[in-house]
């Protein structure tokens, strides 16, 4: 079965500084990996997605993503957090087949003036 | 472009009532289509997934239930709602056409029962 680790409930980021959010998974195959970023009481947006090709992925709002294949990690990275990117974010992963798409617990973005 | 439509925004039913909530995407065919609940603002729950009409695959048993009439309708049921039904549900799609992989959500329905 595959599966989404985000092993940080909540970071805290200055605004200005760089941040990472981690993400790790499982899945049989070739992963298709992708963040998302909710607002309060609202859907998920999309923010990027890495299918294959470069292991640096830029997406949405100047967010980024490294995939990882050995370590199985696709952790989000920005170079300078704005406090608007305080918000939940979430990781998810795909297999092969395509159905299933799988969540991490999401992890809560604070960026503080 | 593609959109994807749920409603109600908000519901309040009470403990034993029945639980429609209806998902319709326009402007692509054939699409899967998920239903996930959210507690307390955190983790995401796959409930229900959808390759086609007629085709449910359950992931959770539960007091839920769920139909596909139609190539773009999702229709998430109860037939009596439990307390620990409440929730924040919501609904997406998504294709398997190259450079088209990610989901599409919909902006929600917190159901609080009562």
């Known amino acids: 079965a595959q599966s989404v680790a985000q092993p940080e409930d909540q970071v805290n980021v200055a605004e200005g500084n760089p941040l990472t959010v981690k993400c790790t998974y499982s899945v049989s195959g070739n992963p298709y990996l992708f963040w998302y970023v909710q607002y309060p009481n609202r859907g998920l947006q999309f923010l990027l997605k890495y299918i294959t090709g470069d292991n640096l992925v830029k997406g949405s709002y100047g967010f980024e993503a490294e995939f990882n294949k050995s370590q199985t990690s696709f952790h989000l990275k920005k170079p300078s957090a704005l406090v608007s990117d305080s918000a939940l974010y979430f990781c998810a992963v795909r297999d092969s087949a395509g159905n299933m798409l799988t969540f991490g617990g999401g992890t809560r973005l604070m960026v503080k003036p | 472009s593609q959109t994807i439509h749920q409603w109600p925004a908000t519901l309040v039913q009470p403990v034993g009532s029945p639980l429609s909530l209806e998902c319709t995407v326009e402007?692509?065919?054939?699409?899967?289509l998920y239903w996930y609940r959210q507690a307390a603002g955190r983790g995401l729950q796959l409930l229900f997934y959808s390759v086609g009409i007629g085709q449910i695959s359950s992931e959770v048993p539960q007091n839920l239930s769920a139909s596909r009439p139609q190539d773009r309708q999702f229709i998430l049921s109860s037939k009596k709602l439990l307390l620990s039904d409440s929730g924040f549900y919501l609904c997406?799609?998504?294709?398997?056409?190259?450079?088209?992989?990610?989901?599409?959500f919909g902006q929600g329905t917190r159901l609080t029962v009562v």
């Open positions: 402007g692509t065919s054939n699409p899967n």
């Open positions: 997406a799609w998504s294709v398997l056409r190259q450079g088209l992989s990610e989901a599409f």
